[in-house]
């Protein structure tokens, strides 16, 4: 498809980031889900914006809602170079109650219907809703061609899945075209798809609609009392019922090298959100964040570079199937298949080993941490050691079913308490 005639020019991206994302425990106490840090750099929220960009999409809108002002700053700080002259923007919409005072958003399509009047402003014929907290990496004009082509008033985006574990998912059955007969939520025997028997198609949160079908369908929808006002439970249905649904399935639009597996995770348990940022570190991660043709932006602060000190016998600044962000000093500290964030300080005869380190940190003496994930600006003092006695770790910090280790610094305030 020419240039010119690119859908993705078009569309806008709505990307709903207002969900907590509760089962991140602590680490979502003081930001929303999209905007938790991951893969070294970047934020959640930057994979479904650079996603959009990437695409061709160049007018964006993020609806925030609980505790939204560090996704807000850093939407401000990494995402300001579009030019509204060139009509290209990304607009933050906080839950303002624009329409009744009683009123924050009530659910994903609310957040849509409130903000109608800002989306008729951009002029545009399609509407690409997105969730703003998985990661992954997909070409969106892909999607939208095939809407456009099958003439479907909404086209859900579809992660191909092992019938086995597709109960946890919102499940799409789809005839041999890939018309969706009907949606199920988390069912017990999710329905294979028509080519696999072993494979269900499970809902990415994604959905393209033609902008003046889903205004009118929000509009309806509003005055329902008896709606949730939410895509998945609400809208898709309904659509499935009464109008043409279709899937469309991520393999066909993954960005990945040849040969690659299709990557999209859902990073919204602590174990899930460790294991996908420790992945980066494998020889070849599934992930590419090296691919220069897509490239994930975000908020790039001005660091230097990292720094590896001392060269002793147990006091070696070494960092072995790890990555190592700028501003990083990591001094006589043996660091092995780690992820550290920028500005994070280790100090002499201290170990991390399979940990995540946030922005900030900073490891003092002989401390070791085995299979932690450490929130920002946490220092961790001299001699802890986390990771080696999960009964004893769990008398201050936050260990899951797997044997991950959470630490947060009210964490760190208590156990200082009670030494």
């Known amino acids: 498809m020419a ?11 709505f990307v709903l980031a207002g969900g907590r994302g509760s089962r991140l425990k602590e680490l979502t106490d003081t930001r929303v ?78 957040a849509v219907t409130q903000n109608i009047d800002i989306v008729d402003s951009y002029g545009i014929d399609y509407v690409v809703v997105l969730a703003g907290d998985h990661i992954y990496k997909m070409d969106y004009e892909v999607m939208l ?3 456009v082509e099958s003439g479907a008033d909404v086209t859900v985006g579809c992660l191909t899945v092992p019938r086995e574990s597709a109960s946890a998912f919102g499940v799409m059955a789809v005839d041999v075209d890939s018309r969706i007969t009907s949606f199920l939520e988390k069912p017990a025997d999710p329905p294979a798809t028509p080519e696999d ?35 998945g439970h609400d809208l898709i249905p309904e659509i499935v019922k009464n109008g043409k649904a279709v899937a469309h399935r991520f393999d066909d639009s993954c960005v990945r090298a040849p040969g690659a597996p299709s990557y999209w995770r859902d990073v919204g348990t602590i174990d899930a959100f460790w294991e996908a940022n420790i992945d980066l570190t494998d020889f070849t991660p599934e992930l590419d964040l090296w691919d220069t043709s897509w490239p ?14 001392h060269d002793e016998k147990d006091r070696r600044g070494v960092a ?34 399979h940990s995540v380190m946030l922005p900030h940190v900073v490891v003092n003496r002989s401390a070791r941490l085995r299979k932690c994930v450490v929130d920002r600006g946490v220092v961790i003092p001299r001699g802890l050691v986390v990771g080696e006695d999960p009964i004893e770790d769990a008398r201050f910090f936050r260990v899951t079913e797997k044997g991950t280790t959470l630490i947060t610094r009210p964490m760190i305030a208590a156990w200082e308490a009670a030494q």
């Open 197 to 231: 028997p072993t494979k269900a198609l499970a809902s990415m949160g994604i959905y393209v609609f033609r902008w003046d079908f889903l205004r009118a369908l929000l509009l309806a929808d509003s005055e329902d009392t008896n709606s949730s006002h939410d895509f």
């Open 320 to 353: 072995i199937s790890s990555m190592v962000s700028g501003g990083c000093i990591i001094s006589g500290t043996e660091v092995r298949n780690s992820l550290l964030f920028t500005n994070v300080h280790t100090n002499s005869y201290a170990v991390l080993d």
């Open 33 to 110: 889900k999209p905007a938790v840090y991951f893969g070294g750099k970047t934020r959640i929220i930057d994979f479904a914006l650079s996603n959009a960009l990437n695409s061709g999409i160049r007018r964006m809108a993020v609806a925030t809602q609980y505790k939204a002002h560090s996704l807000i700053r850093h939407c401000q700080r990494g995402w300001n170079f579009f030019r509204a002259e060139r009509n290209e923007f990304l607009d933050i919409l906080p839950a303002s109650q624009r329409m009744d005072e009683s009123m924050w958003y009530r659910g994903t399509a609310d």
């Open 296 to 309: 994930i932006w975000t908020y790039s602060e001005s660091v230097p570079p990292a720094k590896f000190i």
């Open 3 to 13: 240039e010119t005639t690119r859908l993705a020019q078009r569309a806008m991206a």
């Open 145 to 147: 061609r095939q809407h």
